[in-house]
């Protein structure tokens, strides 16, 4: 769902589950997209990234997945952890410019 | 690892107060940006400095703010008048190439 205002839509998993977050974007010219993470109280830490020119990027753990057809990103975290447990940001950047953030989703990884 | 360093942390401020936000970016970074978030709210776009000026605002950046890099190493964010609408956590972001740009962990600000 959508988030308004203050709430933010939620995923919970369990602990060693897979999490799939979902961003959909806005601009179809964006051709640069990251990934950021957002514990409480602290700024955005960036996670992974992904050019236009690709449709899928893997890290550590993380997958981003770049559908420009229906202007979806998602990204996927294995095994999560609870220090996965964070707010999760997409932002769009086209060419240089400057980024635009999504409403965020949080996570909260379940003991 | 090199990292973004704001201060203050946190900083309460009269309605109607002058207050500069510091921030000292990456060393070797061209790009610079000051971001803001309401509390529960996504991040949203301030401004980006290039080469000793702006080159990208938004519309929340209207006359009470103003930014600057005062020397090679700071760069600050003003605001002139305070309002309690101006109470958010302020980022500051730096970039080497203008795509992947690293947080600095913010500044909150509180207007009473």
């Known amino acids: 769902g959508e988030s308004v205002g203050l709430h933010l839509p939620t995923l919970s998993v369990q602990e060693g589950d897979n999490s799939i977050i979902n961003c959909a974007y806005s601009n179809s010219a964006s051709d640069y997209f990251i990934w950021y993470k957002q514990e409480s109280g602290k700024g955005p830490q960036f996670i992974i990234d992904?050019?236009?020119?690709?449709d899928k990027r893997q890290g550590q753990r993380v997958t981003v997945l770049l559908n420009k057809t229906v202007k979806h990103l998602s990204l996927q975290i294995a095994a999560t952890q609870p220090g996965d447990s964070a707010v999760y940001f997409c932002a769009e950047n086209n060419y240089g410019q400057n980024f635009v953030f999504g409403p965020g989703t949080r996570l909260s990884v379940l003991p | 690892e090199p990292e973004v360093t704001q201060t203050p942390s946190h900083q309460v401020t009269q309605m109607g107060q002058e207050v500069i936000l510091r921030c000292v970016p990456i060393?070797?970074?061209?790009?610079f940006y000051w971001y803001r978030q309401i509390l529960g709210q996504k991040v949203e776009f301030l401004v980006s400095f290039y080469n000793n000026e702006i080159s990208e605002k938004s519309e929340i950046f209207d006359d009470q703010f103003s930014v600057e890099r005062p020397d090679g190493s700071n760069f600050t964010l003003k605001i002139r008048s305070t309002k309690l609408e101006d109470s958010a956590m302020y980022f500051c972001?730096?970039?080497?190439?203008?795509?992947?740009?690293?947080f600095g962990e913010g500044s909150w600000l509180t207007v009473v």
């Open positions: 972001a730096s970039s080497f190439d203008r795509y992947t740009i690293y």
């Open positions: 060393s070797n970074h061209l790009y």
């Open positions: 992904i050019r236009s020119n690709m």
